[in-house]
Structures are given as structure tokens and as C-alpha cells.
């Protein structure tokens, strides 16, 4: 079995009601929906996606170490010594060359995970506004796209660091970006049934998505495997356009086929019964299909009952209905 110096043990993710009190050992929590910003705690974020289900949960990543928290050049963040959590949000305004903002944004994010001594980003949420919006190259997905690219590809060897993703679009303005990084770094995971985001070919924009299928944290027990957002893509290419039933099949069977080359390339080809999915959420472009889902939301939440947040928001490419991602646990031995 594959070693991992990065120490997953303390940090979990969980799903909570927005109205209850951070606790101390919170690293960040995530509330959803729209209107007003919530309070000047820089471990909170908020994302304009409305829940679809209810409960409307909050997603939070909390500790067990002690945990500090500040501001510094736009960003709230905390930490433990082993991770960070951070976020910003960016208005519309600073958006107007939004490939050259998110140049500029991921930049700064390297920057301050430099000077805060967290230089291994492990998972990035991106939440942009209008992200189908635009045609051809000038799609905002794309520049987006470009100006993320652009900048990670200022370090050397770049597309064997890069970090778990997800980029979904939300019906109020702006960027919301959070993320989080480690003093140790993570093990990136690809999906065999899938080409790898970084080397998707011209026809998806002048510079490839820059992400990994899924980051691997920890060893042994415990050990975390935050999977990117998922959807229904066979190589490169989308499948089963406009059939949203179709489209979360092959997305479970894209979870499936990540979780299993992890198994087998990190774990000796541990059994499927390790793994233990810990939280999921289902992005959904068009609410009016939700009851067409209703049957396989058990399959997608697995055995237990695993929390599942449902939101409404626009997937990086038009043809594509849903997609969805998960932090699942692998308790290997020691």
C-alpha cells in the first residue's frame, strides 16, 4: 500500500443546520441559498445555489486540533497546523475580464497558502455566476477555465499537483471560491473512463480544465478520498444528452470506477465494503427533473444513511443536466 504523509484523522466533513453555532473546532462552514451574506466570520462563506431538499444543510469541515482563523487580502480562512480552509468572494465588477481576474484570483491563493505555510491545495470549489453564458471561446466556463490554467501552470510539473474540483454556476453575481490545503500534499486520482480534465482536447477551449478526478488524504484508517464534481462524461465527451436518469447513472458509474482504481493503486485492492461515503451533493440544472431522480438518490447517497445536499445550479457544460461529487472514507488497515 501506497504511504501518505498527510494526516486526514482530524478532519471530517459534515452536514448541519445553518442556524447552529460554529463550533470551536471549525474550520469553515458553507451555507446555501440566496440573498443577504451572513456575518463576518471568516470561516463562513455563503453560495448563492438554492437547496432543493430539506433539510437545507450547511456543509462544514471542523477538527479536532485547535483551530486559528483571520483575514488577510480579501480572504477569511482557519487552520489546525495540518489544514487550511479558506474563501473569498469577488463581485461582479472585478469579473468584467474574468480570465484575467481568476489569473489574478488563483494567483493570490497560492501566494497565501505560501505565507500561511500550506502549500499543498487538496479541494477547490468554484461558484461563478453565468458560467454557460457566451459562445464559443468566450464562454465564461472557458475563461474562467484559461485564467485558472494560466496560473497554475506557473509552477513547474503543475498537472501532477493539481488539486479535486468542482465549477458550478449560481444565479447571483459574482465568483465564490473555498478551498482547502494542507502542509503535507495529497495523492491525485484519476478515472480510467475518463481522459484526464488536464488533457482535454481544443474543441473544450484554448486552455484544458485544470483539476484532478480526486485528491487521496491520509493513510491507512481513515484515510479521505475528495471526489471532484462528477457527471455524465465517457472519455471526454458528454453522453446521454437530456436524459437526466441516464446521466446519474453514468455518474455513479464514474464514482465507482474512481473509487476502484484508488483501491487498487493506493490500497493493495482493498474491498469496496472499506469504503464509506461520508457526505454527497447532487447539482441539479433544472429543478423540475428532481422527481425524475427521486429513485436513485438512494443509490447515490449508498448504504447508510449518508447526508446528501441537493442544489440548484448550472453545470460547466450546457449539455450536461447534473453532476455530483463526494468525500468518502476508506478505512484501510494500519
Aim: a neutral charge; hydrophobic letters at 40%; one cysteine or more.
Amino acid at each position: 500500500m501506497t504511504a501518505h504523509i498527510f494526516n486526514s484523522r482530524a478532519l471530517r466533513c459534515e452536514y448541519v443546520a445553518p442556524d447552529t453555532a460554529l463550533p470551536a473546532g471549525a474550520l469553515g462552514r458553507v451555507e446555501f441559498g440566496r440573498g443577504a451574506r451572513g456575518d463576518d466570520d471568516p470561516r463562513r462563506v455563503r453560495v448563492g445555489l438554492e437547496a432543493l431538499e430539506l433539510p437545507c444543510w450547511a456543509e462544514q469541515w471542523v477538527s479536532t486540533r485547535p483551530v486559528r482563523s483571520g483575514r488577510a487580502d480579501g480572504f477569511g480562512y482557519s487552520h489546525d497546523g495540518e489544514v487550511l480552509f479558506g474563501q473569498i468572494h469577488l463581485p461582479e465588477a472585478e469579473l468584467v475580464d474574468l480570465e484575467r481576474a481568476t489569473l489574478k484570483l488563483y494567483v493570490h491563493i497560492e501566494q497565501l497558502l505560501r505565507k500561511l505555510g500550506y502549500p499543498h491545495c487538496l479541494r477547490m470549489w468554484n461558484f461563478l455566476a453565468g458560467i454557460n453564458a457566451g459562445e464559443g471561446d468566450h464562454e465564461r466556463y472557458r475563461l474562467f477555465s484559461a485564467g485558472r490554467s494560466r496560473a497554475l501552470a506557473l509552477k513547474p510539473d503543475f498537472e501532477q499537483r493539481l488539486p479535486a474540483a468542482t465549477a458550478i454556476g449560481m444565479a447571483e453575481p459574482g465568483l465564490v471560491v473555498y478551498f482547502l490545503a494542507g502542509k503535507q500534499p495529497g495523492q491525485p486520482v484519476e478515472n480510467p473512463r475518463q481522459v484526464s480534465a488536464y488533457r482535454y482536447p481544443r474543441q473544450y477551449g484554448p486552455r484544458s480544465p485544470s483539476f484532478a478526478r480526486a485528491t487521496l488524504i491520509g493513510a491507512g484508517a481513515d484515510s479521505r478520498l475528495l471526489v471532484s464534481g462528477t457527471a455524465s462524461v465517457v472519455g471526454h465527451e458528454s453522453v446521454h444528452p437530456g436524459d437526466p436518469v441516464l446521466q446519474l447513472d453514468e455518474t455513479l458509474r464514474n464514482f465507482d470506477a474512481l473509487i476502484d482504481n484508488a483501491l487498487a493503486r493506493h490500497f493493495g485492492g482493498l474491498p469496496r465494503a472499506a469504503v464509506h461515503a461520508e457526505s454527497v451533493k447532487l447539482y441539479l440544472r433544472d429543478p423540475g427533473l428532481l422527481p425524475a431522480l427521486r429513485g436513485q438518490l438512494t443509490r447515490l447517497r449508498g448504504a447508510g444513511d449518508v447526508p446528501l445536499l441537493v442544489l440548484h445550479g448550472d453545470i460547466c457544460r450546457s449539455d450536461l443536466i447534473l453532476e455530483a461529487e463526494a468525500v468518502f472514507r476508506i478505512d484501510a488497515p494500519l
